[in-house]
């Protein structure tokens, strides 16, 4: 039976750098746990020195207390190691997250030049040209056809400026008239009806005296108006 010394065995993958910031930070929160803990003792052998008569009491103390001191030191010393490489592994991190961009941006700059190569490939700069220019000769000629449909016929261009003012100064005489008629024109204003007395001249009556002479009331006689009235004529068989 055969043995295999020296077989490799199957080693664990490298941390990240994550997992190597998150390790030290919770070796750092460790860490400062303790150091709050010697404040605190020094703090309490402080008071216990103020209080103490000097002497070999008080010089006890005394040594307590710089030993605390000296292990608060030492923490404080560690913390500030694992401060350092906390740092250093965030510079890495960021490092690599911008590399990390720089890769993706490169593709993305990659995959957009060479969908620009094959577009260009169908689009031509002469063609363009071209295609401006009848677009410009479309467009003078489709000028052309609105002006010529939208050309006025048997209406005289020829009116000097003196013919316009005295236009203008017609209509407003017409104006000013239809003005005064309380804003009607004349040939919308009823007709008058005419006067038949004025038209007649025919003299009024006069009330409570004859308008014939005594002597005549004989003579002819007189209608309800007080004029003279017409003989019948008399048929004879």
């Given at each position: 039976m055969k043995r295999v010394f020296g077989a490799k065995k199957n080693k664990d993958p490298p941390p990240t750098i994550q997992d190597a910031t998150d390790r030290i930070g919770k070796r750092g929160d460790t860490v400062d746990e303790k150091i709050k803990k010697l404040d605190n003792e020094l703090a309490r052998y402080r008071e216990q020195i103020k209080k103490a008569r000097p002497g070999p009491a008080q010089e006890a103390l005394k040594a307590r207390a710089m030993r605390v001191l000296k292990q608060k030191r030492m923490y404080e010393g560690q913390r500030d190691m694992l401060y350092n490489q906390t740092f250093n592994l965030d510079q890495?991190?960021?490092?690599?997250?911008?590399?990390?961009?720089?890769?993706?941006?490169?593709?993305?700059?990659?995959?957009?030049?060479?969908?620009?190569?094959?577009?260009?490939?169908?689009?031509?700069?002469?063609?363009?040209?071209?295609?401006?220019?009848?677009?410009?000769?479309?467009?003078?000629?489709?000028?052309?056809?609105?002006?010529?449909?939208?050309?006025?016929?048997?209406?005289?261009?020829?009116?000097?400026?003196?013919?316009?003012?005295?236009?203008?100064?017609?209509?407003?005489?017409d104006m000013g008239a239809e003005t005064e008629s309380d804003s009607v024109p004349s040939y919308l204003q009823p007709d008058k009806e005419p006067d038949l007395d004025s038209e007649l001249s025919l003299p009024t009556a006069p009330v409570g005296h004859s308008a014939v002479p005594p002597n005549r009331q004989s003579a002819q006689a007189e209608d309800e108006f007080g004029l003279p009235a017409v003989p019948r004529a008399s048929i004879r068989g």
């Amino acid at each position: 039976m055969k043995r295999v010394f020296g077989a490799k065995k199957n080693k664990d993958p490298p941390p990240t750098i994550q997992d190597a910031t998150d390790r030290i930070g919770k070796r750092g929160d460790t860490v400062d746990e303790k150091i709050k803990k010697l404040d605190n003792e020094l703090a309490r052998y402080r008071e216990q020195i103020k209080k103490a008569r000097p002497g070999p009491a008080q010089e006890a103390l005394k040594a307590r207390a710089m030993r605390v001191l000296k292990q608060k030191r030492m923490y404080e010393g560690q913390r500030d190691m694992l401060y350092n490489q906390t740092f250093n592994l965030d510079q890495v991190a960021f490092a690599a997250e911008g590399i990390k961009d720089a890769q993706q941006t490169m593709s993305a700059l990659k995959s957009a030049n060479k969908e620009l190569k094959g577009m260009m490939k169908t689009v031509k700069i002469q063609d363009i040209d071209s295609m401006q220019d009848e677009m410009m000769d479309l467009m003078d000629v489709s000028t052309e056809i609105q002006e010529s449909l939208g050309r006025s016929y048997n209406v005289p261009d020829d009116i000097d400026e003196d013919e316009l003012m005295g236009e203008l100064d017609a209509l407003e005489a017409d104006m000013g008239a239809e003005t005064e008629s309380d804003s009607v024109p004349s040939y919308l204003q009823p007709d008058k009806e005419p006067d038949l007395d004025s038209e007649l001249s025919l003299p009024t009556a006069p009330v409570g005296h004859s308008a014939v002479p005594p002597n005549r009331q004989s003579a002819q006689a007189e209608d309800e108006f007080g004029l003279p009235a017409v003989p019948r004529a008399s048929i004879r068989g």
